[in-house]
């Protein structure tokens, strides 16, 4: 039995706390690069909290650090990037859109994400977090047409990777589950739930050829 948990976002990453650490981005860039742990981590801070998707490829080098701590501050960091719309307005949409999600009111969240996507249709988050809604409602198509909608947006977007793979598996079709997983893996090798989960499936499936044996 493979246990999933929901991988598409259903809620944006809380914001890190202002600190001291780079002033600038030049300081915030050379300290991506520090020898000290702690002073990657604040270059990844100033970089959530101030810098703009154009930024992501830097984050995503990080996820890569050689510290667990840097690696975890840089896929929070993304998370912050990628909900970061830049219109205040929209912003709130995103926010309402999310506690209904939350609440269970499906249908409204529906149309609030789609609200946003009509008014900023290259936002890849709003994209996501409709494609969470459509999962969570068990309307697997839809999702998996969102999903698609955030990587033609946001290629690297692990969290809408790991999504289509859940999907996948619910709905049985292994084989694909397995592969939309093992490119989220590519993407962030941090995401220790995809990779149970595709122990989980490789086992699933070893059960049932030895069972057709």
């Not at 996507?117 to 969570?136: C, G, Q, S």
């Amino acid at each position: 039995m493979v246990l999933l948990a929901v991988v598409l976002t259903v809620a944006a990453a809380p914001a890190f706390p202002q600190a001291q650490g780079p002033q600038t981005r030049e300081q915030a860039l050379a300290a991506l690069k520090h020898a000290d742990a702690a002073t990657r981590a604040e270059a990844v801070v100033w970089l959530a909290n101030r810098g703009a998707m154009s930024d992501a490829p830097l984050l995503h080098e990080r996820l890569r650090d050689e510290s667990p701590f840097v690696r975890a501050y840089a896929e929070r960091a993304l998370w912050l990037l990628w909900a970061r719309s830049g219109d205040a307005a929209i912003d709130e949409l995103m926010a309402r859109g999310t506690e209904e999600m939350q609440s269970g009111e499906h249908a409204k969240a529906v149309e609030t994400f789609t609200s946003v996507i009509k008014t900023k249709p290259d936002f890849a988050e709003a994209w996501n977090r409709r494609a969470t809604v459509h999962y969570l409602a068990g309307d697997f198509e839809r999702s998996i047409a969102d999903c698609g909608e955030v990587l033609k947006r946001n290629p690297l977007h692990f969290g809408a990777l790991s999504g289509m793979g859940q999907i996948f598996f619910q709905m049985q079709d292994y084989d694909r589950a397995l592969a939309w997983f093992r490119r989220a893996l590519e993407v962030n090798p941090n995401m220790t739930g995809v990779e149970l989960n595709i122990k989980g499936i490789e086992e699933l499936q070893r059960d049932k050829r030895g069972r057709s044996t």
